[in-house]
C-alpha cells in the first residue's frame, strides 16, 4: 500500500510560482504528477523513478521541474510562471512498479488532489 497527502496549493497569480508537495508512506518505485483542468482529461506532467531517471511533459518542461527527496519521502513540483491555463487540480500519484509512463491508467496509487488557481 501507498498513500500520497498534497500540499501547497493555493491561489497565484499569472506569472507567479507555486510549488507543491506530496509525503508518502510505502515503498513506491516511481511518483508522478498529473493534473485535471476544467472540461479536460487528466494528464501527466513529470515523473521521477526510484533511480532518479524523470520525464517532464513536453507543455510544461522548462516551467515545472519534479524532485524527490527520499530521506523525507516528499515529491515536489516547482511551477514557474504560471498561467491561468495552468489552472486545476494536481494529483500526486506513485506505483509500486518501476518503467511507468505518463498515463492515468498506469498508477495505482492517486492522492486526493490539491486545488491552483491561477488568475490574470
Known amino acids: 500500500q501507498v498513500t500520497l497527502v498534497e500540499s501547497g496549493g493555493g491561489s497565484v497569480r499569472a506569472g507567479g510560482s507555486l510549488t507543491l508537495s506530496c509525503t508518502y508512506s510505502?515503498?513506491?518505485?516511481?511518483l508522478a504528477w498529473f493534473r485535471q483542468r476544467p472540461a479536460m482529461m487528466r494528464e501527466g506532467l513529470a515523473l521521477?523513478?526510484?533511480?532518479?531517471?524523470?520525464v517532464v511533459e513536453d507543455s510544461v518542461e522548462g516551467r515545472f521541474t519534479i524532485t524527490h527527496v527520499k530521506a523525507t519521502q516528499t515529491l515536489y513540483l516547482e511551477m514557474t510562471n504560471l498561467q491561468v491555463s495552468d489552472s486545476g487540480t494536481y494529483y500526486c500519484?506513485?506505483?509500486?512498479?518501476?518503467?511507468?509512463?505518463?498515463?492515468?491508467?498506469?498508477?495505482?496509487?492517486w492522492g486526493r488532489g490539491t486545488q491552483v488557481t491561477v488568475s490574470s
Open positions: 500519484v506513485a506505483d509500486r512498479r518501476d518503467s511507468r509512463i505518463l498515463r492515468e491508467t498506469d498508477w495505482l496509487y
Open positions: 521521477i523513478e526510484w533511480n532518479d531517471r524523470s
Open positions: 510505502g515503498s513506491p518505485k516511481a
